[in-house]
Nanobody, 130 residues
Framework: QLQLVESGGGLVQPGGSLRLSCVAS????????IGWFRQAPGKEREGVSC????????KYADSVRGRFTISRDNAKNTVYLQINSLKPEDTAVYYC???????????????????????WGQGTQVTVSA
């Protein structure tokens, strides 16, 4: 069974940084693209970034470009999301999702919406507050 587990969230001050991890089990991550999404209270889930299975292609939402960096280490079955210059509006639960189709994530990051993919993690809370 495909499983994804996110970690690395926490409480940080504005301007701070965190590195989120998405660890896969039950499948080999190098066959899958990964998308990072977030959901703030009372808001819809939004795509923030995605990466292709080989790591060559990435996409970022306009709201995070230049501050977030997505990367992957397939040997460790892990995808990372480095988040810098955090703002209070970045406060949300962050989720990762896996799918063989990179473009389903790219479209979600570009146009919004939540893609219909089978594998989601349970989320990790990021809170940005002074």
């Amino acid at each position: 069974q495909l499983q994804l587990v996110e970690s690395g969230g926490g409480l940080v001050q504005p301007g701070g940084s965190l590195r989120l991890s998405c660890v896969a089990s039950g499948f080999t991550l190098n066959s899958y693209a990964i998308g990072w999404f977030r959901q703030a209270p009372g808001k819809e889930r939004e795509g923030v970034s995605c990466i292709s299975n080989g790591g060559v292609s990435t996409k970022y939402a306009d709201s995070v470009r230049g501050r977030f960096t997505i990367s992957r280490d397939n040997a460790k079955n892990t995808v990372y999301l480095q988040i810098n210059s955090l703002k209070p509006e970045d406060t949300a639960v962050y989720y990762c999702a896996a799918d063989r189709n990179f473009f389903i994530f790219r479209d979600a990051v570009t146009n919004g919406g939540t893609p219909k993919v089978g594998s989601w993690g349970q989320g990790t809370q990021v809170t940005v507050s002074a």
